[in-house]
């Protein structure tokens, strides 16, 4: 594994095309498993099988319960995860994981495992899950980061999610497609309420550099210990941290930016210009405090990568507030300035296209890749899988990007 950057030519990506646990998420369930929305998952499953068609063309793509499944014929693997797993497993249902081949362990894990029910369950049409599913995990990124050749296990913030990184771990830890430098942070054993971090507030845009967000789901101490981590090691002499309002639509750094080129980024515009700006820190290796920059370009400056701006929903407040709610910030660069994107956000692919980016069709693509523009964005549909509050950066962790 190696990641040094945010645009680098796209190696080697882990990915989940979403299953069953989907179908946990009820209007009664949705808010406990951090929904705004119900997803039609036949729909979302062939939105995504789209999208790793597109990065199939780009670089080796690898799915989390493909992973799973083969490493728990290792015994090793199987005694970490079910041993982790007895923690979460109510009414002796870890027997009935334990008898069950690898694959299908990993299926549970993931889809969750239904208690047996009794006679009264039955006839009042009620059930419930001895085994939690995992209806967000077709959003890797959150969950854990590559910096360099080093790996972080994310910490959480809503226990919903905590089996999650159990896998994630067990994934770094054993299969050899996903062999690392060693663990800078294990959230999976992280349980302080002060201590999360999510990989959505985590971009790797140089490889001395990192921008952090502190959001709702990422907090100071655990972006502290992340810093000492990196600055130890010697993955960063420069950290920026952007101080993020806490609110549903800026959930993860990356929903409001997202770095697309050499010197380009795509932004929600309220939160980087004009009076809403957001506060920017830095810290810098070998000093004690931070110093809070101007605005998040002018640190930007100061540390030597200046970027300009594309509006994310044009120059319109609505569309801006519209389109920001459906991913339009987050953007998966596949190589320094073609990227990947929904095709609803009509007013952001205008901004690209005014930029000099051309929006080409995720079919039209597959069709001829060789013919893609140096600039451009390929767009899917995205119509379902939006609506799990994510876009084609959350749907994807990358293992490798090649040096810029």
Same mark, same amino acid.
């Given at each position: 594994?190696?990641?040094?950057?945010?645009?680098?030519?796209?190696?080697?990506?882990?990915?989940?095309?979403?299953?069953?646990?989907?179908?946990?998420?009820?209007?009664?369930?949705?808010?406990?498993?951090?929904?705004?929305? =119900?997803?039609? +998952?036949?729909? *979302? /499953?062939?939105?995504?099988?789209?999208?790793?068609?597109? %990065?199939? @063309?780009? !670089? #080796?793509?690898?799915?989390?319960?493909?992973?799973?499944?083969? =490493?728990?014929? +290792?015994?090793? *693997? /199987?005694?970490?995860?079910?041993?982790?797993?007895?923690? %979460?497993? @109510?009414? !002796? #249902?870890?027997?009935?994981?334990?008898?069950?081949?690898?694959?299908?362990?990993?299926?549970?894990?993931?889809?969750?495992?239904?208690?047996?029910?009794?006679?009264?369950?039955?006839?009042?049409?009620?059930?419930?899950?001895?085994?939690?599913?995992?209806?967000?995990?077709?959003?890797?990124?959150?969950?854990?980061?590559?910096?360099?050749?080093?790996?972080?296990?994310?910490?959480?913030?809503?226990?919903?999610?905590?089996?999650?990184?159990?896998?994630?771990?067990?994934?770094?830890?054993?299969?050899?497609?996903?062999?690392?430098?060693?663990?800078?942070?294990?959230?999976?054993?992280?349980?302080?309420?002060?201590?999360?971090?999510?990989?959505?507030?985590?971009?790797?845009?140089?490889?001395?550099?990192?921008?952090?967000?502190?959001?709702?789901?990422?907090?100071?101490?655990?972006?502290?210990?992340?810093?000492?981590?990196?600055?130890?090691?010697?993955?960063?002499?420069?950290?920026?941290?952007?101080?993020?309002?806490?609110?549903?639509?800026?959930?993860?750094?990356?929903?409001?930016?997202?770095?697309?080129?050499?010197?380009?980024?795509?932004?929600?515009?309220?939160?980087?210009?004009?009076?809403?700006?957001?506060?920017?820190?830095?810290?810098?290796?070998?000093?004690?405090?931070?110093?809070?920059?101007?605005?998040?370009?002018?640190?930007?400056?100061?540390?030597?990568?200046?970027?300009?701006?594309?509006?994310?929903?044009?120059?319109?407040?609505?569309?801006?507030?519209?389109?920001?709610?459906?991913?339009?910030?987050?953007?998966?660069?596949?190589?320094?300035?073609?990227?990947?994107?929904?095709?609803?956000?009509?007013?952001?692919?205008?901004?690209?296209?005014?930029?000099?980016?051309?929006?080409?069709?995720?079919?039209?693509?597959?069709?001829?890749?060789?013919?893609?523009?140096?600039?451009?964005?390929?767009?899917?549909?995205?119509?379902?899988?939006?609506?799990?509050?994510?876009?084609?950066?959350?749907?994807?962790?990358?293992?490798?990007?090649?040096?810029?």
């Amino acid at each position: 594994m190696c990641v040094d950057s945010e645009i680098g030519t796209l190696e080697t990506v882990l990915v989940h095309t979403p299953g069953l646990e989907l179908g946990a998420v009820t209007p009664g369930t949705r808010e406990a498993y951090l929904y705004d929305d =119900i997803i039609a +998952l036949e729909i *979302a /499953r062939r939105e995504h099988r789209r999208l790793v068609e597109v %990065l199939e @063309r780009f !670089g #080796s793509v690898l799915q989390v319960q493909t992973l799973l499944g083969e =490493i728990l014929d +290792l015994p090793e *693997a /199987r005694e970490f995860l079910l041993s982790k797993a007895m923690d %979460l497993v @109510r009414n !002796g #249902s870890a027997q009935r994981l334990a008898e069950m081949p690898g694959p299908a362990i990993a299926r549970a894990l993931i889809e969750g495992l239904e208690e047996k029910r009794g006679p009264l369950t039955q006839a009042l049409n009620q059930a419930a899950f001895a085994l939690p599913p995992l209806p967000n995990l077709f959003f890797p990124r959150d969950i854990a980061m590559v910096i360099g050749s080093h790996a972080v296990v994310g910490a959480m913030r809503y226990d919903v999610r905590w089996t999650e990184e159990l896998l994630i771990k067990a994934l770094f830890t054993f299969h050899p497609a996903m062999a690392n430098d060693g663990l800078l942070y294990d959230g999976s054993e992280e349980r302080h309420t002060n201590y999360t971090l999510e990989g959505g507030d985590v971009h790797r845009l140089r490889d001395d550099l990192l921008l952090l967000g502190y959001s709702e789901r990422t907090s100071p101490a655990a972006l502290d210990r992340l810093c000492e981590a990196v600055f130890e090691q010697g993955l960063a002499t420069d950290v920026l941290v952007v101080v993020m309002p806490k609110a549903p639509t800026a959930i993860h750094l990356d929903m409001i930016f997202t770095q697309i080129d050499h010197g380009q980024c795509m932004v929600y515009p309220p939160y980087f210009l004009g009076p809403e700006r957001l506060a920017v820190l830095h810290r810098r290796r070998g000093l004690d405090g931070v110093r809070e920059r101007p605005d998040f370009f002018a640190a930007l400056r100061a540390v030597g990568l200046p970027m300009e701006p594309i509006l994310a929903g044009g120059a319109t407040r609505t569309s801006q507030d519209r389109e920001q709610w459906s991913s339009a910030c987050n953007l998966l660069a596949v190589r320094p300035g073609v990227v990947i994107g929904y095709r609803r956000n009509e007013a952001t692919l205008e901004a690209l296209e005014e930029a000099g980016y051309a929006a080409v069709s995720s079919s039209r693509f597959l069709e001829a890749p060789e013919a893609i523009p140096g600039r451009a964005v390929i767009t899917l549909q995205g119509g379902e899988l939006v609506r799990g509050g994510g876009g084609p950066r959350c749907m994807t962790l990358p293992l490798r990007r090649g040096a810029l």
